[in-house]
Every structure is written in structure tokens, then in C-alpha cells.
């Protein structure tokens, strides 16, 4: 397999799991950069789109300069928030 077939393979994969999950669990690494929450939060909304329960949680707080991802603290939990 060259390189563009295994990431279709993977996709398709992917989206299977998430047409049969009946929750997504998301999450990106420590310290939350731009890259990482922005794709959290475009996963979070096609999520919302297919009608998909999910929980966005990550292992430290949104920093304040990407807070515009979040304006009403919807998607983005700290893993401590959660009970």
C-alpha cells in the first residue's frame, strides 16, 4: 500500500467507528495549541451535526487567546472537570 491509500483505509475507518459509537470521546495533547483545539472544536460540530453525544476533554484549560473557540464554554472540559 502507498501512503494515500492507508490514510483513505484509516478514514473510512474513522468513519465507520464514529457511524456506529454512541459516544465520541475527543481530545488533544497537553498544552492545547491552536492546531489541536481548532480541530477539537470542527470535530465537535460535525459530531453535534450527526446528532453524535460526545465530550470534548482535554488534560489542561483552553488558553485564554484561543477562547473565541469557546465563547459559551460549550465544547472544551478540563479532564478534571468532568464527574
Known amino acids: ?10 478514514l473510512a475507518r474513522l468513519a465507520r467507528e464514529i457511524k456506529t459509537a454512541k459516544t465520541v470521546v475527543v481530545s488533544t495533547h497537553l498544552l492545547p495549541d491552536g492546531d489541536g483545539l481548532g480541530a477539537e472544536y470542527a470535530l465537535a460540530h460535525f459530531l453535534a451535526k ?11 484549560p483552553c488558553p485564554k487567546r484561543y477562547s473565541f473557540l469557546n ?9 478534571n472537570d468532568i464527574s
Do not use: G, H
Open 71 to 79: 465563547p459559551e464554554q460549550k465544547f472544551f472540559k478540563q479532564a
Open 50 to 60: 450527526q446528532r453524535k453525544k460526545f465530550w470534548v476533554i482535554n488534560p489542561d
Open 1 to 10: 500500500k502507498n501512503l494515500s491509500e492507508a490514510i483513505l483505509e484509516t
